[in-house]
């Protein structure tokens, strides 16, 4: 029913486990806070909504490719931007939100930093330019700083807690040379990706040392039967 990394983090415990990930967010939401609680008084909004799907994320996900540092601050702040000038430049709510989100996903796609909580940002800036005039002064404080924050504590916690932040791809273990085990290319996975033509949330190298890790395991165990 559950695939492996979701019965992992369903276990409280572990470099994957629920628990981990609940304070990691935790203190990434807290740093947030902290540090932009002043603007309160001028009355801006000192915490985003999108934050928390980032935390979301960055510590729950963080071998993600859409959980990496440039997607995390490329993703919401670009996204952001698009959503203020859609807001100021369209006068329908709904055309500038609707076409806010959309130019967002092109820009973060060509700027390789798709993060799915930015669509919530220029959906959220989109509008509040509208009622509430929001301006440059909202994009630079307290968005930036609440993004800053979360990509400062992703980094201090993940790495922590036993994952290099941004993610490093798991080495492919060498393979034994004569044995049937590695003889597909990298070629062959690239060619197979091509082929479904679609966007998988996981980096294309650890794929490849997933692929290989499995071959050394099947290799071992098809020689344990043979003895």
């Given at each position: 029913?559950?695939?492996?990394?979701?019965?992992?983090?369903?276990?409280?415990?572990?470099?994957?486990?629920?628990?981990?990930?609940?304070?990691?967010?935790?203190?990434?939401?807290?740093?947030?806070?902290?540090?932009?609680?002043?603007?309160?008084?001028?009355?801006?909004?000192?915490?985003?909504?999108?934050?928390?799907?980032?935390?979301?994320?960055?510590?729950?996900?963080?071998?993600?490719?859409?959980?990496?540092?440039?997607?995390?601050?490329?993703?919401?702040?670009?996204?952001?931007?698009?959503?203020?000038?859609?807001?100021?430049?369209?006068?329908?709510?709904?055309?500038?939100?609707?076409?806010?989100?959309?130019?967002?996903?092109?820009?973060?796609?060509?700027?390789?930093?798709?993060?799915?909580?930015?669509?919530?940002?220029?959906?959220?800036?989109?509008?509040?330019?509208?009622?509430?005039?929001?301006?440059?002064?909202?994009?630079?404080?307290?968005?930036?700083?609440?993004?800053?924050?979360?990509?400062?504590?992703?980094?201090?916690?993940?790495?922590?807690?036993?994952?290099?932040?941004?993610?490093?791809?798991?080495?492919?273990?060498?393979?034994?040379?004569?044995?049937?085990?590695?003889?597909y290319d990298i070629a062959d996975l690239d060619a197979t990706l091509a082929e479904w033509d679609e966007v998988l949330d996981v980096d294309r190298d650890d794929l490849d040392a997933l692929f290989r890790e499995v071959e050394q395991r099947v290799l071992k165990r098809w020689r344990e039967s043979r003895r």
């Open positions: 029913m559950f695939g492996a990394g979701v019965r992992a983090q369903l276990r409280p415990g572990g470099r994957l486990g629920w628990v981990r990930s609940a304070v990691g967010a935790f203190f990434g939401i807290a740093l947030a806070a902290m540090l932009a609680k002043p603007f309160a008084a001028a009355g801006a909004p000192w915490l985003v909504a999108p934050l928390g799907a980032s935390a979301v994320l960055v510590f729950a996900v963080p071998a993600s490719p859409l959980a990496q540092p440039w997607s995390v601050a490329g993703g919401n702040l670009i996204s952001a931007a698009i959503g203020l000038l859609c807001g100021h430049m369209l006068g329908e709510p709904w055309i500038a939100a609707s076409v806010a989100v959309g130019l967002a996903i092109a820009a973060m796609t060509l700027a390789r930093c798709l993060h799915p909580p930015g669509g919530a940002c220029a959906l959220l800036c989109a509008m509040g330019a509208q009622a509430n005039g929001w301006g440059a002064a909202f994009l630079l404080m307290p968005l930036a700083l609440n993004v800053a924050a979360m990509v400062a504590a992703g980094w201090v916690y993940n790495n922590a807690t036993g994952h290099a932040w941004p993610h490093r791809p798991h080495p492919a273990p060498p393979l034994p040379a004569g044995t049937w085990a590695g003889t």
